[in-house]
């Protein structure tokens, strides 16, 4: 139950040809200058045990990327205190914008991606987070994201 996006809003296939850029499954830098890792912010259904997932990118300062790298394939890493960054994933759905949402990512044991926490405000996204979605808002993000208009 979720929908992830393959890179952050800022790169372009582009950068693809340039030694200072580089895009995996979880990590992505664009000119050796911006820095990001791909998590997931989870949003508990209402009524269930089922949790929905945005699979979103958040840019990390150089030093905290550098850490989250260092103990990549750390046992242990969850340990690890939350590192702020910037959503960097635009999600149309909600009317106002995602782009720039203060987080956490917290990181999570070995292969699984981490957590991503949004700065508890009145931005739609992160109510629902807070509070939970039901499954009609379930159904309403899948034809929304199957069925763009």
């Known amino acids: 139950m979720g929908y992830s996006a393959m890179a952050p809003d800022d790169w372009d296939p582009s950068f693809e040809s340039d030694p ?10 664009i000119k050796g200058q911006h820095f ?8 508990p259904v209402i009524g269930c045990q089922d949790v ?12 905290n990327f550098a850490r989250a790298l260092e ?22 759905l909600y009317s106002e914008s ?26 739609p996204l992160a109510v629902e987070q807070r509070t ?6 379930v159904r309403e993000i899948a034809v929304a994201v199957l069925h763009p208009a």
């Open 98 to 123: 995602t782009t720039n949402l203060k987080t956490n990512a917290h990181t999570r044991p070995v292969g699984k991606r981490p957590s991503i926490e949004l700065e508890p405000t009145d931005h």
């Open 71 to 92: 103990v990549w394939n750390t046992e242990g890493r969850e340990a690890e205190k939350p590192y702020f960054g910037w959503l960097s994933t635009e999600l149309a």
């Open 52 to 63: 929905f997932s945005w699979g979103v990118w958040v840019s990390l300062s150089r030093d």
């Open 20 to 29: 200072d850029s580089m895009l995996s499954s979880d990590q992505c830098v």
């Open 132 to 137: 939970g979605i039901t499954q009609d808002r």
């Open 36 to 43: 990001f890792v791909r998590g997931l912010i989870e949003i």
